[in-house]
């Protein structure tokens, strides 16, 4: 059976195969497959549970993306994503992926305070600035 390279790449990691023989994905189109010498195709992902198969391996492996961009062309399958986890196990991976995307939120919601913070700083000292300067 004929086989394509896969290059995942997230903010901290890449995983690359070279052994996969089908890749199953979803877009907003609906879902799709890319087998080897597929047409060139790019598309952005959805935040989801995708599998790929690989070469004597008759099970599939998952992979749980927090979306991304998916790049084909001449063979060799690119998904660029904030993060990604592969694993044989859906339920691990499920909660793998649950959990980073609760960090994250929780880390954007403390940068939202911290800058609301910071701007009310601003503008106290801008007036207390403000009403040091002599009027004339």
């Known amino acids: 059976m004929a086989t394509f390279e896969l ?17 199953h994905g979803s877009d907003h189109s609906g879902q799709f497959g890319i087998m080897a010498r597929h047409e060139s195709f790019m598309t952005s ?6 599998w ?3 070469l004597n391996d008759p ?8 979306g991304g961009i998916l790049y084909f062309k ?10 990604f986890f592969v694993d044989k196990d859906m339920k691990r991976i ?7 995307l ?7 919601k403390e940068m939202k305070q911290r800058a609301k913070n910071l701007e009310k700083e601003m503008l106290k000292r801008m007036w207390e600035i403000q009403k040091k300067i002599p009027k004339s």
Do not use: C, M
Request: negative net charge; aromatic residues 10%.
């Open 94 to 100: 499920s909660v793998n992926l649950e959990q980073e």
């Open 74 to 83: 001449k063979n060799v399958l690119w998904v660029v994503t904030p993060h």
């Open 102 to 108: 609760k960090k994250e939120e929780q880390e954007r």
């Open 7 to 23: 290059n995942l790449i997230d903010a901290t990691k890449q995983l690359s195969r070279k052994d996969v023989t089908l890749f």
């Open 45 to 50: 992902l959805l935040l989801g549970l995708y």
């Open 52 to 54: 790929f198969y690989v």
């Open 59 to 66: 099970d599939p492996n998952y992979l749980a993306l927090a």
